[in-house]
């Protein structure tokens, strides 16, 4: 039985697969751009903020480990927040954190100058929130028995109590400010008074977490 063989006509051609049409990319850049507008630039600010702590972990990561620079970096954030939350409070414009890779993160204050007292306050917020993140982080160690995250306490307490010495940019040279009568003459003896008791209160918690961290810790060599 000889085979048989199908002969085309000259004017006939094999079908083609259809082609997929780019509709569901366009679909995708539409609802991408509509959430751009509806959520304005402050969605591509903190979409920075986030691409720059992802950054800021990485590069931690490579020295002391992923664990330890995932908590470390989002005390950062807990710390800068506090500087957003009193500008907040305080109506002064803001911009989102933004890190950098072993330098911290920064918020930038678009109202300046301002009151000596709110420019105090804000920067004070920042080591607050710092170590309020940094004792909340102690107890989480204590109570789970997970050392790098007491590691992570310790090191956030020193990095705020550091941050109130009265050295520019640091934020305690805009805390410090308020008790020299040349630099802020207008302000008053109360605030001056208040400013004093709030950063007592704050360097000696500070101080207190990083002993109290320090004497749970095991040795270095351990951690």
């Excluded at 751009?33 to 591509?44: C, D, M, N, T, V």
């Excluded at 306050?121 to 080591?127: N, Q, R, T």
């Excluded at 590691?151 to 020299?180: E, K, M, Q, R």
Aim: with cysteine.
């Amino acid at each position: 039985m000889e085979p048989q063989f199908e002969v085309l006509p000259p004017d006939r051609r094999v079908p083609q697969p259809p082609r997929k049409k780019p509709g569901g990319i366009i679909g995708g850049l539409i609802a991408f751009g509509y959430l751009i507008l509806k959520f304005g630039s402050a969605s591509l600010i903190f979409l920075k903020t986030g691409l720059t702590m992802l950054i800021s972990i990485g590069a931690y990561s490579l020295i002391f480990g992923w664990k330890f620079a995932a908590g470390l970096v989002v005390l950062i954030l807990v710390h800068e927040m506090g500087h957003f939350g009193a500008a907040k409070i305080y109506r002064v414009q803001v911009t989102a954190p933004m890190f950098i890779p072993f330098f911290g993160a920064y918020v930038m204050l678009k109202n300046r100058p301002m009151d000596p007292w709110i420019n105090a306050m804000i920067s004070y917020a920042g080591p607050l929130a710092g170590g309020l993140g940094g004792w909340a982080c102690y107890y989480v160690g204590v109570a789970s028995g997970l050392h790098w995250v007491m590691a992570v306490a310790l090191y956030t307490f020193i990095l705020n109590l550091v941050n109130l010495a009265p050295i520019p940019p640091l934020d305690g040279s805009h805390i410090w400010i308020c008790f020299s009568r040349n630099r802020t003459p207008g302000m008053s003896f109360s605030d001056r008074v208040y400013t004093g008791i709030f950063l007592a209160a704050l360097i000696a918690g500070l101080i207190l977490g990083c002993l109290e961290t320090w004497g749970n810790l095991p040795p270095p060599a351990s951690l």
